[in-house]
Structure formats: C-alpha cells, structure tokens
C-alpha cells in the first residue's frame, strides 16, 4: 500500500518557466512533509519541507504547498534551471519522537530544457 | 566534513554469498537507517535506529539484519543474496531536533 504517491514519473520544462510537482498522501497521521532532490549516482539531498500547522513555505525559487484537506502538496520551482534536472521525491512522516520514519514516494524525474 | 560514509560503493555478489554494507555519519546524529531504492519503487525502509543500541524493521526486513555498533557506525548484512536484492542501498542519518536525513552517496549492490 503506497501511502506516498508520486502519480508523473516525468516532467519536460522549459528553462525559466515553473515546475510544478505533485505528490498525494494517504496516511493522515503524517504531519511533516519534505522534498528531496536526487542526482545520478548520488543520495538524495534535502530540498525544502514544511509542517502540518503551515499550507505554504518557500526558500528561494523552491514553494511547497499543503493542503492538508485533500492530503495533496506540491513543489514550485520557478524559474527553472538546467540544473534543476534531476529526480524528486516527496517525503512524509508521524513526527512522534525521536524515531521518526519517513515514507517515501516513488520520485517524479524533471528535465528542464533549454 | 564527510557527513554519511558508506562502503563499498559497488558490489557483485553470486546468489547465496553474505556480505556487510558499512555506513558510519560524523554529525553526531542519534537516528540511522538503511534504505533501498529500486526503479518504480522510490526508496524503501529496511531498518532503523532510533539510537545506540537500538534497532526496529522498516517496511521490507526481510533477509536483512542490521547491527548499531556505536552511535556513528550502523551496518546493513546479507546472510544469505538472492537476486531479489539487486538494488541501490542508502544509509541515512537524523539528528533529533529535525525530521530530515542526511544520506550517503549509496552502494550498488548486484546479486547474480
């Protein structure tokens, strides 16, 4: 059961216009959400988060929105880059204690083109 | 700062071969965990450690152990590979005022 759904394994935009990706939960004790990034060959590295208590956080030309209503959020990048391209996934977790796990989707791969 | 070390970064294994993946973090972190990454799939839990000393099963243990050795140090063992293993593992460290991991550059494992 994919209690993290990541529904557009790909995305094509265009240099300096928005990205736009879409993840869906299924789990409503999960109160923390974050977006990771992920280059070939390398780990996923931490790209922006947000609380449950919040439906919008921003840092640069990164925006995630929550909606905790319909268990959907999103990332905003704009504009895009080139070097924008690479894998994302959108992570949840029950903050409870120190032992949090987080529960991944299945990545949505975005190539921003020239 | 080397942040999450993991060893060997490529592996070949025959089927029925046991081998450890070592992960050690130098941040001081409490929390570890191994995940696996296939396509289709994202990433996957397979153990944890809350802390030293600690361990807990994620969402896919099984034909894993994992051993917490100190606070810096969790590795990820195969008793026994079956191709059904073939994947990218990831160890991943947490310090405890957050809820992001911190991971490591990944270890391709191929059983055959």
């Known amino acids: 059961d994919q209690q993290v759904k990541q529904n557009s394994p790909s995305l094509s935009v265009q240099e300096g216009r928005i990205s736009i990706l879409n993840c869906d939960y299924t789990?409503?004790?999960?109160?923390?959400f974050l977006w990771y990034k992920k280059y070939p060959a390398e780990g996923p590295t931490f790209l922006i988060s947000?609380?449950?208590?919040?439906d919008k956080n921003e840092d640069g030309r990164f925006t995630v929105f929550l909606n905790k209503s319909a268990k959907h959020l999103s990332l905003h990048i704009v504009p895009s880059q080139p070097g924008d391209s690479a894998v994302y996934f959108c992570a949840a977790s029950a903050m409870a204690g120190t032992a949090s796990k987080l529960t991944f989707g299945t990545g949505t791969r975005l190539q921003v083109t020239l | 700062n080397a942040g999450v070390t993991q060893t060997p970064k490529f592996q070949v294994l025959k089927t029925g071969q046991s081998m450890t993946l070592q992960c050690a973090q130098d941040?001081?972190?409490?929390?570890m965990y191994w995940y696996r990454q296939d396509p289709g799939m994202g990433l996957r839990l397979i153990y944890y450690?809350?802390?030293?000393?600690?361990?807990d099963k994620g969402e896919v243990p099984n034909g894993y152990n994992v051993s917490r050795l100190n606070k810096r140090e969790f590795s990820l063992r195969l008793e026994s590979a079956a191709p059904s293993q073939t994947s990218v593992y990831f160890c991943a460290s947490r310090p405890a005022n957050t809820g992001e991991l911190f991971f490591g550059e990944g270890s391709r494992l191929t059983v055959l």
């Open positions: 941040m001081n972190h409490n929390s």
């Open positions: 947000i609380s449950s208590i919040k």
């Open positions: 450690s809350a802390s030293e000393g600690t361990t």
């Open positions: 789990n409503s004790m999960f109160d923390y």
